[in-house]
T-cell receptor, first 115, second 113 residues
Framework: AQSVAQPEDQVNVAEGNPLTVKCTYS??????LFWYVQYPNRGLQFLLK??????LVKGSYGFEAEFNKSQTSFHLKKPSALVSDSALYFC?????????????FGKGTKLSVIP | DTGVSQNPRHKITKRGQNVTFRCDPI?????LYWYRQTLGQGPEFLTY????????KSRLLSDRFSAERPKGSFSTLEIQRTEQGDSAMYLC???????????FGPGTRLTVL
């Protein structure tokens, strides 16, 4: 079985400050990890993914995430937050090579960037 | 690239009625997925197609749910004898085998009265 935990329901950060949205995962095997963002009444937008290789992954809109195998974490980061980054963020995982392509999502973290 | 489209965007129905949703994937994407999202939760996987073959189904997909993808292009998700617990956002996603990234549509919000 695979699972994702996003320990914070909400993260508040001041505009211009660095932001971190936490994600830990559990899989039997090697993980493929993803971050998506959801704006109100809209579908999910892909931000970035880790498949293999460099542990630091860079994605859209200045976001990046670091894969840490020993801590089973994949935290999302951005050096300087914008008000427009305020949205709901989802971490997702699937197992590589298992013949299954279903993503398992966390419950989401609401990010609020305060002007 | 026109993105994944879903129709209708909103559907209100009475308990016991049947509903059908449509998903048009990004062209040339051979994989198509259906997820369900309820308020305050992340999306939950329902089913997955590779071309026209339905290869995975979740336990969430009860016998009242059926999905098809004729000719490996658009897909439909039908819910028979709807229940209030079926009220949710139904999301469709598609991907190309080489990139393995799922791109989501805007969703169909179902309300069962």
């Amino acid at each position: 079985a695979q699972s994702v935990a996003q320990p914070e329901d909400q993260v508040n950060v001041a505009e211009g400050n660095p932001l971190t949205v936490k994600c830990t995962y559990s899989v039997s095997g090697n993980p493929y990890l993803f971050w998506y963002v959801q704006y109100p009444n809209r579908g999910l937008q892909f931000l970035l993914k880790y498949i293999t290789g460099d542990n630091l992954v860079k994605g859209s809109y200045g976001f990046e995430a670091e894969f840490n195998k020993s801590q089973t974490s994949f935290h999302l980061k951005k050096p300087s937050a914008l008000v427009s980054d305020s949205a709901l963020y989802f971490c997702a995982v699937r197992v590589s090579g298992a013949g299954s392509y279903q993503l398992t999502f966390g419950k989401g973290t609401k990010l609020s960037v305060i002007p | 690239d026109t993105g994944v489209s879903q129709n209708p965007r909103h559907k209100i129905t009475k308990r016991g009625q049947n509903v059908t949703f449509r998903c048009d994937p990004i062209s040339e994407h051979n994989r198509l997925y259906w997820y369900r999202q309820t308020l305050g939760q992340g999306p939950e996987f329902l089913t997955y197609f590779q071309n026209e073959a339905q290869l995975e189904k979740s336990r969430l997909l009860s016998d009242r749910f059926s999905a098809e993808r004729p000719k490996g292009s658009f897909s439909t998700l039908e819910i028979q004898r709807t229940e209030q617990g079926d009220s949710a956002m139904y999301l469709c996603a598609s991907s190309w085998a080489r990139t393995d990234t799922q791109y989501f549509g805007p969703g169909t919000r179902l309300t069962v009265l």
